[in-house]
């Protein structure tokens, strides 16, 4: 089935172009990995995704789940089942890591026609799911991202994909500062979301993050567009000399 169809997609911030022709299709059960130089727009191609404000799209359009998601809002596409996990999370002052995940939890729930969960029941989910991140109670405790290393921002993000469920998980670069047992927690907890029924988006620069996540998919990215796909070997070859070739063949 497909999950998400993105169709030429244009889209601009000021005066600046910034997606150029943008396509691509990711049916449940794929994963797909998008590699590309700095700037290239992969991080623009998330929000634009999500429907952050700021950016005009100018052409093309966006399919989740067959139906047209362009003109709505972040919200009303997080309850159809999108979630982005931030290259740069945003703290929340005030909010702590657990009332935030209860709120989201039962937003979700209800834009499902799920009951609301309460209790010792919504706490033990939270804890389960955050102690197989290794998020210790402590930091359930503290305001959301506020002081958080780089590393428990990542991570806090990946859990809150885990109580979501999104058909559609988008991860920018959540692979960026991680030391190498963070990275293996991070790429287990995102491998463990990998089912028939969800499609991932995982954006990153570089081959040792794939090695957990092993894709079906590799797009490279350059200048608002894709010009290359293929299967994780595209990956290798980006490690190894960089993305000349790409740019050069096309
Ligand atoms: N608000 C903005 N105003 C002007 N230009 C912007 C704005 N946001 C992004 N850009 C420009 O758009 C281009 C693409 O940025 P984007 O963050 O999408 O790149 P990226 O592929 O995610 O890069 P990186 O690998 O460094 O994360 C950059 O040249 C950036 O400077
Ligand atoms: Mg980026």
New binding site residues.
Partial sequence: MNLLKIDNLHAS??E?K?LNGFSLEINAGETHAIM?P???????LSYVLSGKD?YDVTEGSIHLKSKNISGLEADERSKLGMFLAF?YPIELPGVTGMTFLRTIINSSRLANNLPELEGIEIVKLIREKAANLEISQDMLKRFVNVGFSGGEKKRFEILQMSLLNPSIAILD?TDSGLDVDALRIVGNGVTELKSKDRGMLVIT?YQRLLDHIIPDFVHIMVKGKILESGGPELAKVVEKEGYKRFIDEN
């Fill in positions: 911030i000021g600046e910034i590309g700095n700037g290239s727009g992969k991080s623009t700021d290259q670069e620069h």
